[in-house]
């Protein structure tokens, strides 16, 4: 067995504890060093550590993890970051058969193992003096990757990498999209890549004045404008709607039939199903370590992931499989609503929105699906008296709101203790927030860290919090899978609709992940018409209703996988297409 010591730096104070790793360690009071300071922060030695666990128990700030791995792995460690820093074993394997989609949790490695094909590190498989790329070379030699590696550091091969973090665009590109965008293109393919990724209506706009959806497409487009010959995508799907994702999906599989490598990272599992030809899951324990599996067949990869089992390795990495719903679930309405309006209309120079009478109940979580730029957040903003209706009247109002935005902001020099205290008070020490939802979306080892330090997903996490744990009368929630792994999206779907039943407050949720969209909600709203000119929202609406509503405008069907009951996007005209058109059956089939 392999002994993996990992100290989360971040969260090591060992200024703040009586360095009780060491004084607790048996191993130590045995005169071996296996705990040991230096420059005051400690080091494990992983060949005298006999992986006890005292020490994961003892520290006060749970910085240490300490996991056995197979001994074969010791031949396949690919990248380590510094003594008991991160380790990552086996890569992805890209191809030009077909696009490579990878999916696993947040922290084991998939961003390293692009960074890796994309040449910018070199691999030092295990020597913390660094990496070497004729080492690399003969680590790789006969094994599928060497070609590649080899190719990539003789410069014969050329990169096109489309970052996650597109928010930060504007830090540090300016100017209008269109000159942005032309001045990029190395394949004369500038009107075709803006037609297919639906930017006509963004190429006068400045780079500050675009939205989220328009940020990624961005970048996706000036990705596909370098004549390259391999694509690296990280999480394209973001911040679009559930059109412009499947708008995007077909782009990308262009590049994949033009004889391109193309690999994507993506969290939304029905967008990286449709996409993929094939799968590689990442599994471990995240910020510890990494394993890559082999490619799979889009169906089988998603599975093992969703199982947390590996038949052909005999290796399970999660206790429970994660299952859907194969039908839709009615949900009951009882006593007197929460909220309630009339038929509703506003109208703005060039936009009109209309909202069909309607009304939420206490303890309930209606979802919000639809187009970008279709007046959703218009709605909102309504309900709350932020803007006055020009037709039609809210009965009964909240009188408060707690509200957590699409983009979120990391200028907070505080700890996340301090930040939920700040945004929500005290109470966050109470047991029921503790249990409700710290515990659920693992935010108890993040309280000491400073909030500027959150990866996307980790910060995604503590908006929801402090936004569910503010005393309110409706809860706003504005994307709340985005950034966050496919484990914890569902995770956090069932902490906010389970907190939102417990309180007996009701919520609304604006997603684009159709399987969150249906875990998380109780009835759903269908946003529809033409974007940016006119808006229509049905009332609350049965999950099976809502469902069929939507996907008949965004023509597409969705079969249940027979295995785990996940939603798979059906082949356009395929047998199941045609059948469930017929029976106007786009998402549950009766």
């Given at each position: 067995m392999i002994r993996v010591a990992v100290i989360d730096r971040d969260l090591c104070k060992p200024d703040k504890c009586a360095h009780e790793c060491q004084t607790f360690c048996p191993v130590?009071?045995?005169?071996?060093?296996?705990?040991?300071?230096?420059?005051d922060k400690p080091y494990i030695n992983e060949d005298l550590c006999n992986g006890c666990g005292i020490c994961v128990k003892k520290c006060p700030f749970e910085a240490i993890t300490i996991v056995n791995l197979p001994s074969e792995l010791e031949e396949e460690l690919i990248h380590q970051y510094d003594i008991n820093g991160f380790r990552l074993f086996r890569l992805p394997v890209p191809s030009k058969e077909g696009v490579l989609g990878i999916i696993g949790r947040n922290g084991t490695g998939k961003s390293t193992a692009i960074k890796i094909l994309a040449n910018k590190l070199i691999p030092n498989l295990g020597d913390l003096m660094g990496g070497e790329e004729d080492r690399v070379l003969e680590y790789f030699r006969g094994h599928q990757l060497y070609y590649y590696f080899k190719?990539?550091?003789?410069?014969?091969?050329?990169?096109?990498?489309?970052?996650?973090?597109?928010?930060?665009?504007?830090?540090?590109?300016?100017?209008?999209?269109?000159?942005?965008?032309?001045?990029?293109?190395?394949?004369?393919?500038?009107?075709?890549?803006?037609?297919?990724?639906?930017?006509?209506?963004?190429?006068?706009?400045?780079?500050?004045?675009?939205s989220g959806g328009e940020m990624q497409r961005l970048a996706?487009?000036?990705?596909?404008?370098?004549?390259?010959?391999?694509?690296?995508?990280?999480?394209?799907?973001?911040?679009?709607?559930?059109?412009?994702?499947?708008?995007?999906?077909?782009?990308?599989?262009e590049l994949r039939d033009k004889g391109k490598i193309v690999v994507v990272v993506d969290h939304d599992l029905a967008f990286l199903d449709y996409l993929s030809d094939t799968i590689s899951v990442v599994y471990g324990v995240p910020g510890a370590y990494g394993i890559f599996t082999r490619p799979e067949s889009v169906r089988t990869g998603i599975n093992i992931f969703l199982d947390g089992y590996i038949p052909a390795d005999n290796i399970r990495f999660r206790q429970k499989p994660i299952t859907f719903a194969r039908e839709a679930v009615i949900h009951s309405i009882e006593g007197v609503p929460a909220i309630k309006y009339t038929m509703l209309e506003k109208r703005y120079p060039g936009f009109r929105l209309r909202v069909e009478e309607g009304e939420l109940y206490f303890g309930e979580v209606v979802g919000v699906i639809g187009p970008n730029a279709i007046g959703k957040t218009t709605f909102m903003r309504i309900l709350v008296g932020e803007i006055d209706m020009d037709m039609g009247s809210i009965m009964l109002k909240p009188e408060s709101?707690?509200?957590?935005?699409?983009?979120?902001?990391?200028?907070?020099?505080?700890?996340v203790e301090q930040f939920l205290i700040d945004k929500a008070g005290e109470i966050i020490k109470s047991p029921q927030a503790n249990e409700s939802l710290l515990k659920p979306l693992n935010i108890i080892n993040l309280l000491d860290r400073k909030l500027n330090t959150l990866s996307g997903g980790e910060l995604q996490k503590v908006y929801i919090a402090a936004t569910l744990l503010t005393d309110a009368d409706l809860y706003l929630l504005d994307e709340p899978s985005a950034f966050i792994d496919v484990e914890d999206r569902l995770e956090v779907a069932m902490a906010i609709n389970r907190f939102i039943k417990l309180n007996g407050k009701?919520?609304?949720?604006?997603?684009?992940?159709?399987?969150?969209?249906?875990?998380?909600?109780?009835?759903i709203m269908v946003f529809g018409g033409d974007p940016g000119v006119e808006g229509r929202a049905s009332k609350p609406l049965t999950k099976r209703d809502a469902m069929n509503m939507f996907l008949s405008d965004v023509n597409i069907t969705m079969r249940r996988d027979k295995h785990s009951g996940r939603p798979r996007i059906n082949k356009p005209n395929s047998r199941l297409d045609r059948e469930q058109r017929e029976k106007n059956e786009y998402y549950y089939v009766t």
């Amino acid at each position: 067995m392999i002994r993996v010591a990992v100290i989360d730096r971040d969260l090591c104070k060992p200024d703040k504890c009586a360095h009780e790793c060491q004084t607790f360690c048996p191993v130590v009071r045995m005169g071996l060093p296996a705990v040991e300071f230096k420059d005051d922060k400690p080091y494990i030695n992983e060949d005298l550590c006999n992986g006890c666990g005292i020490c994961v128990k003892k520290c006060p700030f749970e910085a240490i993890t300490i996991v056995n791995l197979p001994s074969e792995l010791e031949e396949e460690l690919i990248h380590q970051y510094d003594i008991n820093g991160f380790r990552l074993f086996r890569l992805p394997v890209p191809s030009k058969e077909g696009v490579l989609g990878i999916i696993g949790r947040n922290g084991t490695g998939k961003s390293t193992a692009i960074k890796i094909l994309a040449n910018k590190l070199i691999p030092n498989l295990g020597d913390l003096m660094g990496g070497e790329e004729d080492r690399v070379l003969e680590y790789f030699r006969g094994h599928q990757l060497y070609y590649y590696f080899k190719e990539l550091y003789n410069g014969n091969i050329k990169i096109a990498y489309k970052p996650q973090e597109v928010y930060l665009i504007p830090k540090v590109v300016r100017g209008k999209v269109e000159k942005i965008l032309t001045t990029m293109d190395e394949v004369g393919n500038y009107d075709y890549v803006i037609d297919r990724l639906g930017l006509k209506d963004s190429v006068n706009k400045s780079v500050r004045e675009l939205s989220g959806g328009e940020m990624q497409r961005l970048a996706i487009a000036a990705a596909s404008l370098k004549d390259a010959d391999v694509y690296l995508f990280d999480e394209p799907s973001s911040y679009n709607d559930v059109y412009q994702r499947m708008a995007v999906a077909r782009f990308i599989r262009e590049l994949r039939d033009k004889g391109k490598i193309v690999v994507v990272v993506d969290h939304d599992l029905a967008f990286l199903d449709y996409l993929s030809d094939t799968i590689s899951v990442v599994y471990g324990v995240p910020g510890a370590y990494g394993i890559f599996t082999r490619p799979e067949s889009v169906r089988t990869g998603i599975n093992i992931f969703l199982d947390g089992y590996i038949p052909a390795d005999n290796i399970r990495f999660r206790q429970k499989p994660i299952t859907f719903a194969r039908e839709a679930v009615i949900h009951s309405i009882e006593g007197v609503p929460a909220i309630k309006y009339t038929m509703l209309e506003k109208r703005y120079p060039g936009f009109r929105l209309r909202v069909e009478e309607g009304e939420l109940y206490f303890g309930e979580v209606v979802g919000v699906i639809g187009p970008n730029a279709i007046g959703k957040t218009t709605f909102m903003r309504i309900l709350v008296g932020e803007i006055d209706m020009d037709m039609g009247s809210i009965m009964l109002k909240p009188e408060s709101i707690a509200y957590k935005p699409q983009y979120l902001s990391m200028d907070y020099d505080g700890t996340v203790e301090q930040f939920l205290i700040d945004k929500a008070g005290e109470i966050i020490k109470s047991p029921q927030a503790n249990e409700s939802l710290l515990k659920p979306l693992n935010i108890i080892n993040l309280l000491d860290r400073k909030l500027n330090t959150l990866s996307g997903g980790e910060l995604q996490k503590v908006y929801i919090a402090a936004t569910l744990l503010t005393d309110a009368d409706l809860y706003l929630l504005d994307e709340p899978s985005a950034f966050i792994d496919v484990e914890d999206r569902l995770e956090v779907a069932m902490a906010i609709n389970r907190f939102i039943k417990l309180n007996g407050k009701p919520a609304l949720v604006i997603d684009h992940d159709l399987i969150i969209i249906d875990i998380i909600s109780d009835r759903i709203m269908v946003f529809g018409g033409d974007p940016g000119v006119e808006g229509r929202a049905s009332k609350p609406l049965t999950k099976r209703d809502a469902m069929n509503m939507f996907l008949s405008d965004v023509n597409i069907t969705m079969r249940r996988d027979k295995h785990s009951g996940r939603p798979r996007i059906n082949k356009p005209n395929s047998r199941l297409d045609r059948e469930q058109r017929e029976k106007n059956e786009y998402y549950y089939v009766t």
